[in-house]
């Protein structure tokens, strides 16, 4: 068990205290190697600022001005994922870098402890990132908001994301990317349903072998998701093209939906295999098709190529 190390409260924030400055170089190291295109200086003072600090020299000389920090493992859930989303927040914005791509390199970093990051961690943060930037939480019947629809052939649990729209309602649900139902069987249950991230976006539909001997996982669009090669995971831009494969396969149906049933359980237990718990790139593309009626997940990924560009 690692040095417990709580944070405290100073002035408008929550200030990390650490032992020794191991943690902050091993992850300044990591996350320098991660986006090679920005200075090592520039990744200290983020993790400088991330942690509570004017820069990476208040940093090296405060760390210890108060009891070590509580490690991520032994936090409860809930206060390790907010750690998290903190985190994520401060360094995307201080290095002018998307949150999904800081929130991929966050858990390596081990910057505040050493706990493994589950799906669910990752998805928990990752719509708590988006709630506190691009789709805000509102009450009421509007873009971003989880509905559910009361008509038959719809199940009652079910959970739809409210895309814009001019007329009708448009939706994306875990097989829909567009979807429409009118506006009456729209219903908004008071008591507030969970976010989530829909397997259209995260969850691969197949898998290409590839002649250079690597494997790509695709989506239910066919966009690339997952490079494995020499037993290391690629996170791949979605608009990556993908050539030169010998054999594509896909997780078999059984006559349900593919991300319902044995194809979900089979595409899961493949991510398993490789260790994969973090979210494709791809999922990154659900703020913008809230905002946007007219555009499909293929035209998304290619906006968020361009946003990624000028980031």
């Not at 690692?2 to 409260?9: K, Q």
């Not at 052939?153 to 079910?158: H, L, N, P």
């Not at 239910?220 to 020499?230: F, G």
Request: glycine share 8%.
């Amino acid at each position: 068990m690692g040095t417990p190390f709580s944070s405290a409260e100073k002035g408008d924030g929550i200030r990390f205290f650490f032992p020794n400055l191991t943690r902050p170089k091993k992850a300044a190291k990591h996350l320098s190697a991660a986006f090679p295109e920005i200075s090592l200086s520039g990744v200290q003072r983020a993790i400088a600022v991330a942690c509570g600090y004017r820069d990476w020299h208040e940093l090296e000389i405060s760390h210890t001005a108060a009891e070590p920090s509580i490690l991520d493992e032994h936090l409860p859930e809930g206060a390790f994922r907010e750690r998290a989303v903190t985190l994520v927040r401060s360094l995307g914005a201080s290095l002018n870098i998307l949150d999904g791509d800081v929130q991929s390199a966050l858990p390596d970093m081990r910057l505040t402890g050493n706990r493994a990051f589950t799906y669910e961690d990752h998805e928990a943060i990752r719509t708590a990132c988006w709630r506190a930037g691009p789709i805000p939480w509102k009450e009421g019947r509007h873009p971003g908001v989880i509905f559910r629809i009361k008509s038959k052939g719809f199940s009652k649990s079910e959970p739809h994301w409210w895309r814009r729209s001019t007329s009708a309602v448009r939706f994306i649900d875990h097989s829909a990317s567009n979807g429409v139902c009118a506006t009456f069987e729209a219903v908004v249950p008071r008591t507030r349903m969970a976010d989530f991230i829909p397997r259209r976006l995260w969850l691969p539909y197949g898998w290409m072998d590839i002649e250079d001997g690597s494997r790509v996982l695709f989506s239910r669009d066919y966009l690339p998701l997952w490079r494995i090669a020499d037993g290391k995971v690629e996170r791949l831009m979605p608009t990556t093209e993908v050539h030169a494969y010998r054999d594509r396969q896909w997780f078999p149906e059984s006559g349900r939906p593919w991300s319902y049933g044995p194809a979900r359980e089979a595409a899961e237990r493949m991510l398993a295999e490789y260790g994969i718990t973090a979210l494709p790139r791809l999922a990154d593309v659900l703020p913008i098709l809230i905002q946007d009626e007219h555009i499909d997940v293929k035209g998304a990924a290619k906006v968020l190529d361009g946003v990624r560009e000028l980031a």
